[in-house]
């Protein structure tokens, strides 16, 4: 039986336990706190599901794959873990990235509308949209309800044979994966006799392969990786009952870096930046959102939904992008057996369980992970970034 550790119980590496476990690998799930912990980026409260990319379709296509997953998970479940309100994109130039999107969308036949900005007091009980050159509506688009969902993965993984190991694990001592990425891509990386290992309190554990799926810990581990973590404020807003899913939906104003979707379980109206925010430590930063996050978002709500202005904040979380230049993903051998798998630069929730069919695949030798993934320099853009620019 092939045999695998997967270091991180993010949604990442649980969604990878469950499709190794349920494909005849003997799975080991190593996380240092619980799956759904408030630390991990996984555990933010809600996390939108669209397939609107830009121009760039890989990524379009694999959410429109996982949002098949997730409403079957949600079934298997016996819950909803995603809910299927749409989304509606602010575009404020004709030919920008939302209209690139369209372009997508149309050639992948997924289906969407191009509405007047006038339009937007069907989806939003107060909406001033006069600024705006057209809306995009992606109805088959929502929202996840991710830390419960990260906490049900993980235990699916754990129903379907994972074995869950509670502990922080490292690169073996003296092993050629120990801090060095860069060099190892380069081939640096001597053969590891005896397959891939991970080390747990000084003991050494081996595997056919080892997958590093630490999201905002992966930089500590490995040297030289292409990959900035960054402090992020979610805000959650008190709002009025009309203001909830999924008669309110998701939205995002790519030009204004901002978005958000309707009251969800009484957790409030989200309304939040997408802008980077300053360099963050996952394991120990407060978490306390700064004053200036809640006055932008104040901001944002008084030019968009003017009656939202003095909505109470009613729920904050704090969390951390793991962004890459480009803000495409990393998957890449770092030494043989032993993967990376992270960057996921703020966009990754949504495509977890279409990803960890694709790692798998790659797992299993069938194809090499996509060129884009690399461990090479990579050349700074904004393509697949939601954020245009700052607040
Ligand atoms: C504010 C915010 C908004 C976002 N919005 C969206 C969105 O709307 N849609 C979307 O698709 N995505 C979104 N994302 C991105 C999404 O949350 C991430 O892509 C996803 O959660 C990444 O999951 P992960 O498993 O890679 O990382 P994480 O969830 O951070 O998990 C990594 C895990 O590895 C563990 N770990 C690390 N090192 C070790 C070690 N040495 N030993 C053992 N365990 C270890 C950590 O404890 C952690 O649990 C957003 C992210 C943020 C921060």
Request: glycine residues 12%; aromatic residues 8%; contains cysteine.
């Amino acid at each position: 039986m092939k045999s695998v550790i997967v270091v991180g119980a993010g949604i990442w590496g649980s969604s990878l336990a469950l499709r190794l476990a349920e494909t005849g690998w003997r799975v080991t799930l190593v996380e240092q706190h619980k799956p759904g912990h408030l630390r991990q980026a996984s555990a933010g409260e809600t996390r939108l599901l669209r397939c609107s990319h830009g121009d760039d379709d890989w990524y379009a296509r694999l959410a429109w794959q996982a949002r098949e997953d997730w409403l079957r998970l949600g079934e298997r479940a016996g819950e909803e873990l995603y809910q299927e309100a749409g989304m509606l994109w602010f575009a404020g130039t004709p030919d920008g990235w939302e209209h690139a999107s369209a372009r997508v969308l149309k050639n992948l036949d997924i289906e969407f509308e191009v509405l007047d900005p006038s339009d937007g007091g069907r989806f939003f009980p107060d909406f001033r949209g006069d600024d705006l050159s057209f809306l995009l509506w992606e109805p088959h688009a929502g929202v996840i309800r991710a830390r419960r969902a990260t906490q049900v993965i993980a235990g699916l993984a754990q129903a379907a044979g994972a074995r869950l190991v509670r502990a922080r694990a490292v690169p073996p001592a003296g092993d050629a994966a120990g801090g060095t990425a860069g060099d190892m891509a380069a081939g640096i990386a001597g053969d590891m006799a005896g397959g891939a290992a991970v080390e747990i309190d000084g003991e050494t554990r081996h595997a056919d392969r080892v997958v590093w799926a630490c999201g905002a810990w992966l930089p500590e581990l490995f040297d030289r990786l292409p990959i900035t973590v960054t402090k992020q404020d979610t805000l959650h807003f008190a709002v009025p009952s009309a203001w909830s899913l999924p008669e309110t939906p998701a939205w995002v104003d790519h030009g204004a870096s901002a978005y958000g979707h309707g009251d969800v379980d009484g957790v409030g109206m989200k309304a939040t930046s997408d802008a980077e925010g300053p360099p963050y430590e996952p394991e120990h930063g407060a978490r306390v959102v700064d004053a200036v996050s809640v006055e932008r978002a104040r901001h944002y709500l008084r030019r968009r939904f003017p009656s939202l202005e003095r909505a109470p904040l009613l729920f904050s979380q704090v969390c951390q992008y793991a962004l890459t230049p480009d803000a495409e993903w990393l998957l890449a051998r770092a030494a043989p057996g032993v993967w990376l798998l992270g960057g996921d630069s703020g966009h990754g929730f949504k495509h977890a369980p279409a990803l960890a069919a694709y790692v798998a695949g790659v797992l299993d030798g069938e194809y090499e992970p996509e060129p884009r993934f690399g461990l090479h320099a990579r050349t700074p853009s904004r393509g697949l970034r939601t954020s245009g620019e700052v607040w």
